[in-house]
């Protein structure tokens, strides 16, 4: 008796695609090819319509059920800016990589003038004042 060889599934085979609906009905958003809960935003695994409604299901059904459709929307738009300015700044650099570099050279620069330790408080704090002006002037 010959036997097939077993056929593995694989995921990505399957072509799990987020669904727009899902957005309004289990407050989900797909970020980067993951399905993100705006309201606590954990991600879940996989991109079926099971994991996505057992998280709401289990996490939040009770203080959205009453909010239908329309009167999610402004819900959902409010927590879909959060996300995203949270978003932002995880990704957005907070000072100018230039900036940062001349203001090590700075220091740098002050520390050959002056051949003085880091632990003279003087110093360190001239440093610093030299650092703050080309920051954030
Ligand atoms: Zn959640």
């Known amino acids: 008796m010959a036997s097939r060889p077993l056929k593995k599934r ?3 085979d399957e072509g799990r695609i987020f669904k727009q609906e899902w957005t309004i009905q289990y407050i989900f958003i797909e970020e980067k090819g993951k399905p993100i809960c705006l309201i606590c935003n954990q991600s879940v695994n996989l991109m079926k319509v099971s ?4 998280h709401y299901d289990t996490m939040h059904k ?3 059920e009453e909010l239908h459709d329309e009167a999610r929307k402004p819900r959902l738009d409010k927590l879909m800016k959060a996300l995203k300015r949270q978003l932002d700044s995880l990704f957005k650099p907070t000072i100018d990589k230039e900036k940062a570099m001349l ?3 700075i220091v740098s ?3 050959v003038e002056k051949c003085k330790p880091f ?3 003087e110093f360190v704090k ?3 004042v030299a650092c703050a002006m080309e920051l954030c002037p």
Request: charged share 30%; hydrophobic share 25%.
């Open 10 to 12: 694989k995921v990505a």
């Open 51 to 54: 994991n996505i409604s057992r």
């Open 62 to 64: 009770d203080e959205f």
């Open 103 to 105: 203001s090590s050279y």
């Open 109 to 111: 620069q002050k520390n």
């Open 119 to 121: 632990s003279d408080g």
């Open 126 to 128: 001239e440093c610093l």
